[in-house]
């Protein structure tokens, strides 16, 4: 059970009882912070951010910057950020969910079922926390748990697609991915000088197909169904009541593959 909760309401007093008690958690929303336990603990402390964190979608040069308090549904109804990143906001089942869950607690809760990191990873974003800048991709590889302030996203130069698979509309997902192709005119291969395809679901967090990326961008990988198989050859699910590892590493496979596609059609 919480048993204690403070509200600062200054960036520096979060900080400060953050380093005062480790065990604390910030309570953006609160989705998964105040989730009903199953097998995990319920946090005794509680550090509320609404009151120093920003909220709110606003564009700064050139990128979109996007407040760590900012709902779900904010992004999904925005107009100026990347369509892959509204549309990966939509796929989170209920607007009373999204109405509640922030940009900075999904990056924070780092779920490997996550939507919004794999997308957040693929269109390059920067998240500015209180201790300095830092990729989302880095934080989440390398477990920071820092507070977030916002998320800088820039325009993206290219093509990117997010898909999902799950159940149900409100099933949890077996697939969760974002790929990003990037161009630089002049090149061969569609002009493509860069790949990011991002993976939830295979592991115990959102992580890279580095090799596929570099087979995409190099033009090894000429059919659908060389991708789906070196898409197969990189992922490890394992099974749960969701799915036996063999239809992930399948559906996986073919939904990642079919991204990747689309991609590459989207540049010509
Ligand atoms: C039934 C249900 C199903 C869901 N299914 C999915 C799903 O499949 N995919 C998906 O992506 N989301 C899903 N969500 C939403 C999920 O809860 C998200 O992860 C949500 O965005 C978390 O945001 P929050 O503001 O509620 O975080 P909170 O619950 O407030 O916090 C979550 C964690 O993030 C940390 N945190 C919060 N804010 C910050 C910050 N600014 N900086 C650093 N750390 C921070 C907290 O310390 C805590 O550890 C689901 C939610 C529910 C209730």
């Known amino acids: 059970m919480t048993k204690i909760y403070y509200r600062p309401a200054e960036l520096r007093e979060a900080s400060a009882l953050k380093a005062e008690n480790s065990e604390a958690v910030y309570l953006a929303g609160g989705t998964q912070v105040n989730r009903a336990p199953l097998d995990r ?29 900012a709902t779900l549904q904010e992004l999904a109804d925005s107009e100026d950020v990347p369509e892959a990143l509204r549309k990966a906001a939509g796929f989170i089942p209920t607007r009373s969910v999204r109405n509640q869950a922030t940009v900075g607690g999904n990056i924070g809760a780092g779920r490997a079922d996550s939507y919004i990191i794999p997308v957040l990873i693929a269109l390059s974003a920067e998240a500015r926390t209180a201790e300095g800048n830092i990729q989302v991709e880095d934080y989440i590889r390398d477990d920071h748990d820092e507070l977030i302030l916002d998320v800088h996203v820039p325009v993206p130069v290219g093509a990117c697609i997010v898909v999902k698979e799950s159940r149900s509309h ?32 295979v592991a115990e967090k959102t992580i890279r197909l580095t090799e596929v990326e570099q ?45 990747v596609i689309r991609c590459l059609e989207a540049l010509t």
Request: charged share 20%; glycine share 10%.
């Open 41 to 69: 603990k319920v946090p005794e402390m509680v550090i509320d951010i609404r009151d120093v964190v920003p909220a709110g979608i606003v564009k700064e040069g050139t990128d979109m910057v996007i407040g760590a308090m």
């Open 170 to 201: 409100v099933a949890l997902p077996v697939v969760s991915a974002a790929v990003s192709l990037t161009v630089d005119e002049g090149l061969p291969n569609y002009g493509l000088s860069g790949a990011c395809i991002a993976v939830g679901c």
């Open 215 to 259: 087979a995409v961008v190099s033009g090894n990988l000429k059919t659908r169904e060389d991708v789906e198989a070196a898409v197969r050859d990189a992922i490890s699910p394992i099974a749960d009541i969701l799915g036996s590892v063999e239809y992930k590493t399948h559906v996986n496979g073919v939904i990642i593959a079919d991204a």
